[in-house]
């Protein structure tokens, strides 16, 4: 992210913040044709696993502009005007971009209909896979936290923390 760009954090701000509070952030389940699309995470926290698309809110970012935006840079597609809320959830992670610092993560889940996506970006993840429902339950490669959107009973926030 270049240091001019709107929400931009310096590294050692950004880790004070991430050491201190928890993150709100939005993920993104995105479906076509019944099945749900998943990147290979490049980066801490989830590295090297299957994950939702998403991002965290910014300061002073209604959570409208944060979809629109995400939706934007993660996907290249403009969001339908109400996207499906699914939840909030509550990812807690050993590690972080950072060393020795874990991460806590407040999400809200999105789910949106997309029609054929192309050139998805690759800065946070190096692959990108469509999973049908029962097999992103039983791949073990599918974090277990993507698997809450799916197994958690709406309205109950999940609240193990990540070994």
Known sequence: MQETSPGYLRGDLFKTIIENTP????????????????????????????????????????????????????????????????????HLYNDSIFDDVSTHYVNLGYEIEVSDLEDLP???????????LEELIQNDEVHK?????????KGTVPQQKES
């Open 23 to 90: 993150l709100v952030s939005v993920d993104l389940i995105v479906k076509h044709k019944g099945k749900i699309l998943l990147g290979k995470r490049v980066n801490k926290p989830a590295k090297g696993y299957w994950f939702t698309l998403g991002g965290r809110v910014r300061k002073d970012e209604t959570i409208k502009s944060a979809i629109h935006r995400i939706c934007n840079m993660e996907i290249g597609i403009i969001p339908p005007e109400n996207p499906g809320f699914i939840g909030v959830f509550e």
């Open 122 to 132: 690759r800065d946070q993840h190096n692959e990108y896979r469509w999973f049908g």
């Open 145 to 153: 936290y993507v698997k809450d959107y799916f197994t958690t009973q």
